[in-house]
């Protein structure tokens, strides 16, 4: 059976990609074949492609880390024809591609949310979950690029498990449909003024957790409104310049700064781990902020 799939055979950008036709080989024991649904566009494929990740990327691949599809062949016992499915992990031959073909074990099956929805399950929804496990009990998170869809994925699980939660945008113009959707939040413009304010909302609900996409001046911040003992944690770096830390706040008040990486978290997990936590998504009605679809 032939199909279409997304090459990149040398560092590109994604208008540089090829569009390749290849063929599927015989269905083995235990594999499942997959016609792909959607497929998320993130910014670790983009740097994957420009080979600009913390991985290096090995040319030529498929590119593509998550999506959904539905089985349309089956020799693995727990899958039928019909069920939707998103891998488990990132699959050999990425996910830009009309069809999947590989072992039923790395393929979660979808129980109760729609094709669109399981696209992005396993990397921003797991990712916002996971780190919110750092969240001791007490206190309050702070998130910045809240309007992102992992910040929409953080705010949906922090309402849903009444954490109070701060949450910073850079753009003025996104904080009235963000707060509409999350009226529990408390919702702020990025920026210096924003200090005082959060300074005031803290001295009520100490911010214990801080979650940083951003980098440069917003991780700063962030770090000068943690309260003592408190814990940064960066996952991304939007911004594209470093966090800078502070001497006093390292030493007065012994933060804690760390990195998530899904990747290596998922490393140490078992398979049962994740696909419980997957369950615990699906359950949520996570919300997600408006993306522009395209047709491969
Ligand atoms: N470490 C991990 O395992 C892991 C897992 C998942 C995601 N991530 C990372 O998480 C980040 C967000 O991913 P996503 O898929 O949720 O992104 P997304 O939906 O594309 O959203 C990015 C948002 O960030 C805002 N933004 C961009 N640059 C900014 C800046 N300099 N300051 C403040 N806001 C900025 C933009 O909003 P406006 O333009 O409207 O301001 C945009 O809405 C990415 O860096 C991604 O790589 C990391």
Same mark, same amino acid.
């Given at each position: 059976m032939k199909f279409r799939k997304a090459l990149a055979t040398e560092p590109c950008s994604l208008n540089q990609l090829e569009i390749v036709e290849a063929e599927l080989g015989e269905l083995h024991e235990g594999e499942i074949r997959v016609k792909m649904a959607y497929a998320p566009i993130r910014h670790s494929d983009l740097n994957h492609l420009s080979d600009n990740y913390g991985t290096a990327s090995c040319y030529p691949f498929t590119p593509g880390g998550e999506g959904s599809g539905w089985v349309? !062949? &089956? *020799?693995? &016992? %727990?899958f039928s024809e019909g069920d939707l499915v998103i891998p488990l992990n990132r699959m050999e !031959?990425? =996910?830009? &591609? !009309?069809m999947w073909q590989a072992s039923g074990d790395l393929f979660y099956k979808v129980q109760s949310i729609s094709a669109k929805q399981a %696209? =992005?399950? *396993?990397?921003n929804a797991l990712s916002a979950l996971l780190m919110l496990e750092n969240y001791r009990g007490e206190g309050a998170v702070l998130v910045n690029a809240a309007n992102s869809h992992i910040g929409f994925c953080l705010l949906t699980i922090a309402q849903e498990q009444s954490i109070p939660i701060v949450a910073t945008v850079r753009n003025e113009s996104s904080m009235a449909a963000l707060q509409a959707e999350f009226p529990e939040a408390t919702i702020r413009l990025d920026? *210096? !003024?924003?200090i005082e304010e959060i300074q005031a909302f803290a001295q009520k609900t100490p911010i214990n957790l801080a979650l940083n996409a951003v980098g440069g001046e917003s991780g700063f911040r962030q770090l000068n409104l943690l309260n003592k003992g408190g814990t940064q944690i960066t996952y991304g770096g939007l911004s594209g310049s470093p966090t800078k830390t502070s001497a006093s706040a390292l030493i007065f008040k012994n933060l804690t700064i760390k990195g998530f990486w899904l990747q290596s978290e998922l490393e140490k997990m078992t398979k049962t781990e994740v696909c419980q936590r997957l369950r615990t998504l699906e359950a949520l009605d996570l919300k997600t902020p408006e993306v522009e679809w395209f047709t491969f």
């Open positions: 349309v !062949e &089956s *020799r693995h &016992s %727990a !031959e990425g =996910t830009w &591609s !009309e %696209a =992005t399950l *396993r990397i920026d *210096r !003024e924003m």
